[in-house]
């Protein structure tokens, strides 16, 4: 009988490609994917650790797997991911019941590791740089994706003082460029039309390895055919470059929006930060990227709270939301992280304040968002279909080229980029109609 699993992933895009590896290298192991928790014989939590609150939410969920694992003789419990590096050995100490706890290197090492957790042995995979076939292992994909994810990098060696990223992914290591294109045909091949190069600083791509630079490898992915759309996640505002830049106005499968994390508009918090830019050398490289691609559209990660953050600081990070108008951004209270320098910076800012500012940051950003929204009404924007509406009432959804997610009706169009029309705005969604 074939056996089956379910992964919860937490986290960001990394954790969510790195589960449909884990579901690909299961499937070759003859399991299944359970389509609910009860269902399955094995849980994979594919866990985050970048804010403490992540943390608790993976400890919460684990305690509930303890009863579940007692309900049915023979299942399993792992525990993947970025928790699961830090805590290793740990981890096991605080949730015995966990079978398997393997680490953001050991993916590929999963169908052994399960094979002998059924035999009742145990495992705590967590060495670094261990797992040599991580990249061979293609992401599962259904059929009919549009749009797909692929990694072009791991690790980072940025060292952010509040960042948990390089302790627990690694060094950064770049994949040569001769697999990710290799990749990016065979998605195009399965019907694939946008592809998401991910990355935890894309423009730092190949530095180390001397593979091509990422903008080289832009050029080359916008010559696959049928690739309409390309889009990268993260980019490094220090790293973006001049070249990278004027692509923007050669190459129209380049989408038109870039997620450019700001952090904070204060660049005495940026300093203490170690981001590596300033202020203005960060508007200078969006006012670039204007004038490369009139129209382009922003988004940004905001952290407020940083250790000795004045109220002075604050209102620069605002500052500079006004001036960049953002179409959307993820904001986070600062939450010191084991082992990096922010946690040992002390001045912290009462939590109290740095929760008011985190909702007037946030309220800035809605009424920035709605407003870019409620512009749209009446536009007609080309759609790249990704599936049934949420609420299945027979719409589709998809995105446009500045990433807005648009719910709209059918007309009987084919294939899966179409021209909708906007009738109307959400607040964080459009709704249309498509075009006959
Ligand atoms: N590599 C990306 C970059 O440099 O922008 C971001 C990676 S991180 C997974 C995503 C976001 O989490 C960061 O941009 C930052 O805003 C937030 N973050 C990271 N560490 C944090 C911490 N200790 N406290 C609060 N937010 C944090
Ligand atoms: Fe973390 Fe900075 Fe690396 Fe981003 S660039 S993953 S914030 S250390």
Known sequence: MRRSVFIKTFG????????????????????????????????????CSIREK??????????????????REGRLVGVGGCLAQQAGETLRERAPHVDIVFGTHNIARLPELVRKARERNPSVAVEMGGDTGHWEVAPYLPDGTSSAMVTIM?????????????????????????????????????????????????????????????????????????IARIRFITSHPRDLDERTIGLFSEIGALCPHVHLPLQSGSDRVLSAMGRGYTRSEYLSKVDALRSARPGIRFSSDFIVGFPGETEE?????????????????FSFRFSPRPGTRAADMGNPVDPGISGERLRRLQSLQDRHSRQQLSGMAGKTVEVL??????????????????????????????????NILVTSAGAHSLVGEERG
């Open 385 to 418: 279909v990704e599936g049934e509406s949420a609420r299945g009432d027979g719409r589709l959804c998809g995105r446009t080229p500045c990433n807005k997610m648009v719910n709209f009706v059918p007309a009987g169009g084919e294939g899966p980029l179409r």
């Open 154 to 226: 791991q690790g980072c060696d940025n060292f952010c003082a509040y960042c948990i990223v390089p302790l627990v992914r690694g060094p950064e290591v770049s994949r040569p460029a001769a697999d990710i294109l290799g990749e990016t045909r065979t998605l195009a091949d399965r019907g694939v039309r946008e592809v998401v190069l991910l990355g935890q600083n894309v423009n730092s791509y190949g530095k180390k390895e001397r593979e091509i630079p990422f903008h080289e490898l832009l050029r080359r992915i916008s010559a696959i055919e049928g």
């Open 313 to 329: 600081d604050f209102l620069a990070t605002l500052d500079v939301m006004e001036a960049v108008r953002f179409d959307s951004s």
């Open 12 to 47: 960001c895009q990394m954790n969510a490609v790195d589960s449909a590896r884990m579901l690909s290298l299961l499937s070759a192991a003859e399991y299944r994917s359970a389509p609910s928790l009860e269902e399955a014989d094995l849980v994979l939590l594919n866990t």
């Open 54 to 71: 992540a943390d608790q939410k993976i400890f919460s969920e684990l305690g509930k797997l303890r009863r579940w694992k007692q309900r």
